[in-house]
């Protein structure tokens, strides 16, 4: 089984992953998509999608698009984070997650993502942008 599939087995079981329905579309040298729904888990009190869940999605799509460029005993940790939300998602609507990495060093990574809302005509429309440093750590056997 090779990294990738190990990181997405046990990143999506993450009990927040799974109540959010999360799934991965795409994983690749510096890319990844991924796609939940905004529903009554994932939204506000105001019917719109809960910014925290976004951020923390957002850093999800940093770490998929980077898995792929480590080696198998390395993991991308987050440091730091800044994500700007550009307007709302309602429910009913899906959002797509797209990670890229800027750059991917021997101890960081830089990386930014989007967040796009489709509605069901499968229009998307951006609804977030971030960044994200990641420090790549060497684990130990």
Known sequence: MSRLDVARDEVLAHPLHRACELELLHAGEGTSELRFQVND???NPLGA?????????MDVAC???????LQDNQAPVTVE???SVLRAAQ?????????????IG????AMRAEAYAVN???????IATGSVTKSILTLKD
């Not at 770490?63 to 460029?69: C, L, M, N, T």
Request: net charge positive; glycine share 10%.
């Open 49 to 57: 999608l809960h910014g925290g869940i976004l951020y923390a999605l």
């Open 106 to 109: 021997r101890t960081l990574a």
């Open 120 to 126: 069901k005509d499968g229009e998307e429309r951006l």
């Open 41 to 43: 888990f994932t939204a």
């Open 81 to 83: 984070t800044h994500n």
């Open 91 to 103: 429910k009913g609507e899906s959002v797509i997650l797209r990670g890229k990495a800027d750059r």
């Open 63 to 69: 770490f998929f698009a980077a898995v792929p460029s």
